[in-house]
Every structure is written in C-alpha cells, then in structure tokens.
C-alpha cells in the first residue's frame, strides 16, 4: 500500500526566510512522488515530480526537494519565501498500479510580510 | 493552450437529488482522473478512464457514483440519491496517457454542497 504523511497542516514563515514543507511516504514499492500547489479556487499545480532518476529535484518557482529512501522522506525547500507562495501544498505518492495518486493532508503556507 | 475544464464551479442540490458533474479535459489527453476532496483533506481517487473504458474504478464510494466517458474526451461523474456526506469538491485531471510518471494536470473543479 501507499500513503504519504505531511506533518504540519499549518506553517507560517517570514518573507524571504526558508520554507520547509515535510513529507514522508510510506510504499511497498519504489516510489514516485509529488508535489503539487493548490492556490484559492484554482486547479492543483505540479510543482516538481521524483522519479527515480536525481533524488535532488528542481521545481518550478524555485521550489526544490529531495528523496531520501533512509529517511522515507521527500520534503519540499524553497530558500526564500516570497508572498505568492501563500497556497495549499500537497505531497503525492503514486499508486502501485499507476492509475491514482494518493495524497497528503496538506499544508497551508503563510508567508508573513 | 486550454487547460481541464469543469463545470459546474458550484453545484447546490437538495438530499436525495440527481447531480451530474462534467470534466472537459485537455485536447489529446487520453487518460482522465476523477478525484474528491473533502474539506480538510487531500484528494481522494474515485475512478480512471483510459479512452472511453473505466481501467480503475475502486476508487467510487459505493453504486450511487457513476462516471461515463463516451467518446473518450469529455466525462461526466453522475451521482444519484445524493447525500449530505457527497458534499465536497470535486476535481478531474487528465494526463498524455497513463503511466506511472506522467503528470496529471487538474481542473479548478466543482464545489458540490447537499443540502
């Protein structure tokens, strides 16, 4: 089976200060993971996708983040918060039989000017 | 380009009601997602379409869900005898085709509220 957990439904951080989202999987497969951004009354948006290739992975708006198997983690880092980055962040695991992702909780980010 | 489109953004309907909720995915995209999201709470997999055939429908809560793809572009999720607890947003997604790594690109989705 898959699931992620995002610990922190809620984080609040400076503008300019890093931002740290975290997530841990749990899979009985090599996994492929996700994060997506879910800003008001839009659509979710793929932010940056591991699989199974560099476990560091660059995103878009300078998000980054990094698989670590020791860990079963892949926690999302972006150094310097800027106000639109303020949106709903989810981490995803695909399924083992591709077809659905199965999605974190979320975190809310607020960037605090 | 035109990205997934869903309509209606917002649905009210009394218990018991008929609602149907439609998926205009991106042109070319041959597998479509179906998802739920509950207030508080990631999406939920409801079913997967590849072309016109449901592949993975285990995701549906029970036989008042239905979803249909005909021609394999446009879908509709049909619930029927709603109930309070159908009360969420609803979100389609399509990809190029399926595979594990493929990204899924989302609609805005439709607010469904049961009165």
């Known amino acids: 089976a898959q699931s992620v957990t995002q610990l922190g439904s809620h984080v609040s951080v400076s503008e300019g200060a890093l931002v740290l989202l975290r997530c841990n999987y749990s899979s009985s497969v090599p996994p492929y993971l996700f994060w997506y951004v879910q800003y008001p009354n839009q659509g979710l948006q793929l932010l940056l996708k591991y699989t199974s290739a560099a476990t560091l992975v660059k995103g878009i708006n300078g998000f980054e983040a990094e698989f670590k198997k020791s860990e079963t983690s892949f926690h999302l880092t972006k150094p310097s918060a800027h106000m639109s980055d303020a949106a709903e962040y989810f981490c995803a695991v695909i399924g083992k039989t591709g077809n659905q992702f199965y999605f974190g909780t979320g975190t809310s980010l607020t960037v605090i000017p | 380009g035109a990205g997934v489109s869903q309509t209606p953004s917002n649905k009210v309907t009394e218990k018991g009601k008929y609602v149907e909720l439609r998926c205009d995915p991106i042109?070319?995209?041959?597998?479509l997602y179906w998802y739920r999201q509950s207030l508080g709470q990631g999406p939920e997999f409801l079913i997967y379409?590849?072309?016109?055939?449901?592949?993975?429908d285990s995701g549906l809560p029970n036989d008042r869900f239905f979803a249909v793809r005909p021609e394999g572009s446009v879908s509709t999720l049909k619930i029927q005898r709603t109930e309070r607890g159908d009360s969420a947003v609803y979100l389609c997604?399509?990809?190029?085709?399926?595979?594990?790594?493929?990204?899924?690109?989302f609609g805005p989705g439709t607010r469904l509220t049961v009165l």
């Open positions: 997604a399509s990809s190029v085709h399926r595979g594990n790594t493929d990204t899924q690109y």
């Open positions: 042109s070319g995209h041959t597998a």
């Open positions: 379409f590849q072309g016109t055939g449901a592949a993975d």
